[in-house]
């Protein structure tokens, strides 16, 4: 018990962060603001990138956390997309994408029974009025050990909500492999990445009949990362990258109770 009080207190210094990272957003600069230039081909290549930035960014291994294991973080994820496309300049409010779109996040994880581990995360991207909220059920086929390598499936969804023309949701599945080297713990995964989104826009609708966008696609992914989990201490950073129609590199400082 001596140790809670420390735990709770670097706890709320990580919600504080998660949260004030996402106070920029009320600037909403480049809110999704789509405008009567936006083709249905505009709309399908932004669903693609958008859907990419909004989908479940795993930023762990696939060795199970354990019954008793609890991980709590923040992170962020710089999505390059295609800033000087027809897409991206119809699709944002002030028709100046950013190079990077990036997504604070606050991301927590728990271990339960039979190798299975649960996740939850909230993102605020920077300069809008959108969120995103994302959920993961993990099961580690192997748990890995000295020798063998952990492997897991799992599988995610996250809802893109807020002030946005753009409504979204993905739905994910995945495979990945981990081994622990000391306190070194490199990981890699494929996976296949479900984006359904439409439009909520009386501009589209004014210049299309009366009849918004819908789209649907499929996104094949992969991504490698490091977690790197110094002994004893309570503290661990992981790095990943993932990799589709654009490319996202995210980083994660977490604390595991």
């Given amino acids: 018990m001596r140790n809670i009080y420390p735990r709770i207190g670097f706890l709320t210094v990580v919600i504080v962060l998660a949260f004030g990272a996402a106070a920029p957003v009320r600037a909403a600069d480049n809110d999704i603001h789509l405008n009567g230039a936006l083709t249905r081909e505009d709309f399908r290549d932004l669903t693609r990138q958008l859907g990419f930035a909004a989908s479940y960014f ?20 710089a999505v390059k997309i295609s800033q ?41 991207v920077p300069s809008t009025d959108i969120s995103i909220i994302g959920g993961e059920i993990k099961w580690a086929i192997l748990s890995g050990g000295v020798v063998a390598p952990a492997v897991a499936v799992r599988i995610s969804g996250t ?15 995945d495979l990945s492999i981990s081994k622990g080297f000391l306190f070194l713990i490199p990981y890699a995964g494929i996976g296949q990445v479900l984006v359904n ?56 400082a977490n604390f595991s109770f």
């Fill in 84 to 124: 000087n496309s027809s897409f991206w300049r119809n699709a944002v409010q002030d028709g100046n994408p950013p190079t990077y779109l990036v997504v604070p996040r606050l991301h927590i994880q728990k271990g339960l029974p039979l190798n299975l581990d649960i996740g939850a995360s909230y993102a605020a």
């Fill in 159 to 173: 809802k893109l909500i807020g002030g946005s023309e753009v409504h979204l949701e993905t739905y994910s599945a």
């Fill in 197 to 252: 989104s439409r439009t909520d826009s009386a501009t589209i609708r004014a210049f299309n009949g009366g009849v918004d966008f819908r789209e649907t696609q499929n996104l094949t992914k992969w991504f490698v990362g490091l977690k790197i989990a110094p002994p004893v201490m309570p503290f661990s950073l992981v790095a990943e990258a993932d990799f589709s129609t654009v490319a996202a590199y995210s980083i994660r």
């Fill in 58 to 77: 795993p930023l762990a291994p696939a060795a199970p956390l354990g019954i008793l294991g609890f991980d709590a973080g923040v992170e962020a994820t």
